[in-house]
Nanobody, 116 residues
Framework: QVQLLESGGGLVQPGGSLRLSCLASGLTFSNYVMAWVRQAPGKGPEWVSHIHGDFRPFYTESVKGRFTISRDNAKNTLFLEMNNLKPDDAGLYFC??????????WGQGTQVTVST
């Protein structure tokens, strides 16, 4: 079965950086559009970024210039490099597959806290 395992979250001060990883198994990784979705406390899920198998990246406006999504198809791993983090970036970050505008498979999430 498909499994997505995120890691790399933590507590960081505003302006700091984190690098999230998502290890995928049970699927032909390079065939999938992979996405990062976050959920802040009390809010619904928010699409952050996605990347196609041919490495084309897309970002929500609020993270452009600060976040970089990448993937290593040989290692079945998705990354999200997050720089200049802001309190509004805090939340539970999920790795997910994206197909036909739907997030089909999800990981369990990794927590990002941005606070002094």
């Amino acid at each position: 079965q498909v499994q997505l395992l995120e890691s790399g979250g933590g507590l960081v001060q505003p302006g700091g950086s984190l690098r999230l990883s998502c290890l995928a198994s049970g699927l032909t990784f390079s065939n999938y559009v992979m996405a990062w979705v976050r959920q802040a406390p009390g809010k619904g899920p928010e699409w952050v970024s996605h990347i196609h198998g041919d490495f084309r990246p897309f970002y929500t406006e609020s993270v452009k210039g600060r976040f970089t999504i990448s993937r290593d198809n040989a290692k079945n791993t998705l990354f999200l490099e997050m720089n200049n983090l802001k309190p509004d970036d805090a939340g539970l970050y999920f790795c997910a597959t994206l197909s036909d505008y739907k997030f089909a498979y999800w990981g369990q999430g990794t927590q990002v806290t941005v606070s002094t």
